[in-house]
């Protein structure tokens, strides 16, 4: 199995590391409602709930079944988010990306979840990505679609604070990926 604890991918601006208590508090301080509106998650009340994230994370990563990174500002080291690779494991595995609402607007997300698809297709054995996103996210939406990422399904199902998604899921292919 491939643990991803120690993996770093860096882009042009970017630097995705392994998510570690480090970061929780910033974690904690970034996701809050306005983030989680369109995800599945709610936002953590208590830091212990960041922290039990962190652990549980990088449980998965030493199994190497995920690689939870936070995304950081390559110049500074600062804080932006959070950008996920799960189920590396299977051929098909999910991405995922969060960037906190003071940095929206700079396509941060896009650039993260770019490289992790291009790490992906290079270093797994990956049919292809999948992006479930809230069909009312449009900004999110881009991301898979500036990908060559092409709608493969759509479904409905409450978030964890009770409000309903309606998902549309995305397919990335290696052989559109910019």
Not at 5 to 14: H, Q, S, Y
Not at 109 to 138: C, H, K, M, Q, S
Request: no cysteine; hydrophobic share 35%; net charge negative.
């Amino acid at each position: 199995m491939l643990s991803t604890l120690d993996l770093v991918i860096e882009t042009e601006r970017l630097r995705l590391v392994a998510t570690a208590e480090e970061y929780a508090e910033s974690i904690f301080r970034e996701f809050k409602a306005e983030i989680t509106w369109y995800m599945g998650p709610r936002p953590p009340e208590r830091i212990e709930e960041t922290l039990t994230f962190v652990s549980e994370a990088r449980k998965k990563m030493e199994g190497g079944t995920e690689f939870q990174a936070t995304v950081l500002l390559k110049a500074t080291g600062g804080f932006l988010g959070q950008a996920g690779l799960h189920h590396i494991e299977r051929d098909t595995p999910e991405l995922g990306i969060w960037i906190k609402k003071s940095a929206h607007g700079n396509a941060y997300g896009r650039e993260a979840v770019t490289d992790l698809a291009r790490w992906a297709f290079t270093n797994l054995d990956v049919r292809y990505l999948i992006y479930p996103v809230d069909r009312e996210n449009t900004p999110s939406r881009k991301i898979p679609e500036w990908l060559g990422g092409t709608v493969e399904a759509e479904y409905r199902f409450p978030n964890q604070s009770g409000r309903p998604l309606d998902l549309l899921v995305y397919h990335i292919y290696p052989s559109v990926t910019p």
